[in-house]
């Protein structure tokens, strides 16, 4: 008999009488498993764990329990975004003394309250990251559930090109060098390592491939995961034969090819879209009306929304060269992701928010939703991709489905996602290991 039953079967024949155990009644239950959603279904929770899930009829109510109806409502997992990043907008700018405790907490906050409630921040972080993971894993720390990757390598005088302070990102000039910055890294257990390969559109210089095999070799040797930030299809194929473990972004100046699938199939590659990288270059200059949406303008700072409503800003944009080259790569893009879903390829989510101001924690990752979608592929494919595929690639066993002994991490929705992706901006209430987010946070998201 499977684990799950046996709750099931233990809730119906034995009473349970606890102040901690709480029943969500008559809501639609879509679990992040793939399988078809259950109807008016019952979502048992034990603290921060569930203790069951099923239908209606065969699950019963614990004696004494708190019993919320949610009857046409929809619950999902909550989004776990294995992409994002913190700390390094402040103001509406990026800047590099922006990486402080507070910042790094008030957008762990936000992504909560958007129903994001895991992120991995994939690089460019202080050592300070591991201090605030480390004090939120002892319940001190509120906010999304944070993964890290640290500071992440790069190439000298190359990616990633943004304002950073010295402390944030390794640039080593040789494998001894790189392997020395992985082994610092280890000594504090990050959850990933990340790695910069690519010359953005052929600005700067690229990460040697004795460099890049290095470090997905030494950080192997200490039992940790390599992420790389890619763009070419060329640039994939080398990490991948590497040994890396998953492309942080992706293929952008070329279709991919039937070799690129096998390699991925074979190593159980995992791929991470994040398709708003691409389309945040242009998206609130081409439709300022998406500015009138207080989902969106409840994500950015005053200053933020300001900039981005001003002539200049659409302005500045319509001039950029590096538009038509984002628009072609969002293109791309979209046509990998429907290709690889199609094989089998092991999918991912993430979005990059957080990296600048127009990647925006918490609209972002509705936004990349909604593009999955459109790049072909169906709301529970999306879904799962940024449920249980998120929780796959980072090890979190303990999240990203609604099952028995899983963490309580989960979104109320006041329409179903399946029906239109866009619903999952809907949100009623957020649940992150079984506390409910006070309904005043979720409504600042929500409104």
Do not use: C
């Amino acid at each position: 008999m499977s684990k799950t039953l046996l709750v099931v079967f233990a809730l119906m024949v034995s009473p349970v009488a606890s102040a901690d155990v709480v029943v969500l009644k008559g809501a639609t239950i879509i679990d992040g498993t793939g399988r078809a959603p259950q109807q008016n279904a019952l979502l048992v929770l034990d603290g921060e764990r569930i203790l069951a899930v099923g239908a209606s009829a065969k699950v019963k109510v614990p004696r004494r329990a708190q019993v919320l109806d949610l009857t046409g409502r929809t619950i999902m997992p909550g989004i776990i975004n294995a992409h994002g990043h913190v700390g390094l907008v402040a103001g509406g700018q990026n800047r590099a003394d922006a990486y402080t405790r507070e910042n790094v907490q008030a957008q762990l906050l936000q992504y909560e309250r958007y129903g994001v409630t895991s992120v991995l921040t994939l690089g460019l972080n202080r050592d300070l990251v591991y201090e605030l993971r480390d004090e939120q894993r002892r319940g001190a720390v509120p906010g999304a559930s944070l993964f890290t990757a640290g500071r992440g390598i790069g190439a000298p005088d190359g990616a990633p090109p943004v304002p950073l302070a010295p402390d944030q990102v390794y640039r080593p000039t040789t494998p001894t060098e790189a392997v020395a910055d992985v082994q610092e890294t280890a000594a504090h257990k990050p959850d990933f390592v990340k790695i910069w390969v690519d010359d953005v559109f052929g600005k700067f210089p690229k990460m040697e491939p004795a460099v890049f095999k290095a470090v997905i070799e030494a950080a192997h040797a200490d039992g940790i995961k390599v992420a790389s930030h890619v763009f070419y299809l060329a640039d994939a194929k080398a990490v991948i034969e590497s040994g890396v473990d998953a492309l942080a972004h992706s293929v952008r100046d070329q279709p991919v090819d039937d070799e690129l699938v096998a390699m991925m199939k074979k190593r159980g590659t995992f791929y991470v879209a994040t398709l708003n990288v691409d389309a945040s270059f242009f998206a609130l200059a081409d439709d300022p009306a998406l500015l009138d949406d207080p989902f969106l303008t409840s994500a950015l700072a005053p200053e933020s929304v300001q900039q981005f409503r001003s002539p200049e800003y659409r302005a500045k944009v319509a001039a950029d060269p590096n538009v038509p080259k984002a628009r072609a790569a969002l293109a791309n893009g979209m046509r990998n992701l429907k290709t690889l879903h199609d094989a089998g390829v092991h999918l991912a989510f993430g979005t990059d928010s957080g990296a600048n101001p127009a990647r925006i924690p918490g609209w972002a990752e509705h936004r990349e939703l909604e593009l999955m979608v459109s790049a072909g592929l169906s709301p529970m494919d999306a879904l799962v991709a940024a449920t249980r595929g998120s929780a796959s690639m980072l090890g979190a066993s303990d999240r990203g489905t609604l099952q028995s002994g899983k963490r309580a991490d989960f979104i109320v929705l006041q329409a179903n996602p399946l029906e239109d992706i866009r619903n999952t901006r809907k949100l009623v209430s957020v649940w992150h290991a079984g506390r409910e987010i006070p309904a005043r946070d979720v409504a600042a998201a929500a409104r």
